[in-house]
């Protein structure tokens, strides 16, 4: 198994434009995780899915976030229009739900908003 | 609610060492503690469970339920330890909504 997947590994793209991070997670896994990653606040947890559902969107941080999971081999995170503070590494992790051996996390991506 | 503190943003240590990183959590149930790390500008990796009760490349940590700490310790750090630790807490079982604290840097001085 590859892992986790991202893609693209790294989005530059100007102020106002619509961006799209993928998300691949290992074949089995049950639980997907959307994390962002900043100097000033850590790791924040954005959203999780379980089964392809979405169970806890309280850390989006606002209606220009949204993300889908339309099959158990498949997410994506959309930033529609995107921000300079929006910049961020984003991270996406999956598990099996119910067994906490961890997450794997994928190699995230690194988003520039100019 | 569940919180994890890691009250240092950056730990220094000389090669040879000893390091402790520390972590102590909130959580009114009984939690399941992790410790990841992050090598520079690579992904987060699992580092340990404390339900297995592992040594990962010389590293423990023991849950101490009293204090409600989970400090991750290595008894001669060597240059490669040198990145951001994580400590994390998530509900035993169920759905792993998994909280993280905010890492702490190691750097380790040859």
């Known amino acids: ?114 | 609610a569940q919180r994890v503190t890691q009250p240092e943003k950056l730990l220094s240590v000389f090669k040879g060492a000893p390091v402790e990183l520390k972590c102590n959590y909130s959580y009114s149930g009984s939690p399941e503690l992790f410790w990841y790390v992050q090598y520079s500008r690579q992904r987060l990796q699992l580092l340990l469970r404390h339900i297995s009760r592992e040594s990962i490349k010389g590293f423990t940590a023991d849950l101490n339920k009293g204090e409600t700490s989970f400090h991750l310790k290595k008894p001669f750090a060597q240059e490669e330890d040198s990145a951001m630790y994580y400590c994390a807490l998530a509900p035993s079982g169920g759905y792993q909504k998994v909280t993280f604290g905010t890492g702490t840097k190691l750097q380790v001085i040859p």
């Open chain 1, 1 to 114: 198994d590859a892992g986790v997947i991202q893609s693209p590994r790294h989005e530059v793209t100007e102020m106002g434009q619509e961006v799209t991070l993928r998300c691949k997670p290992i074949s089995g896994h049950n639980s997907l995780f959307w994390y962002r990653q900043t100097m000033m606040r850590g790791l924040e947890l954005l959203i999780y899915f379980n089964n392809n559902v979405p169970i806890d969107d309280s850390g989006m941080p606002e209606d220009r976030f949204s993300a889908k999971m339309p099959n158990a081999s498949f997410s994506t995170l959309k930033i529609q229009p995107s921000e300079p503070r929006d910049s961020a590494v984003y991270f996406c992790a999956s598990s099996l739900a119910g067994v906490n051996y961890g997450y794997t996390f994928g190699s995230g991506t690194r988003l520039t908003v100019v």
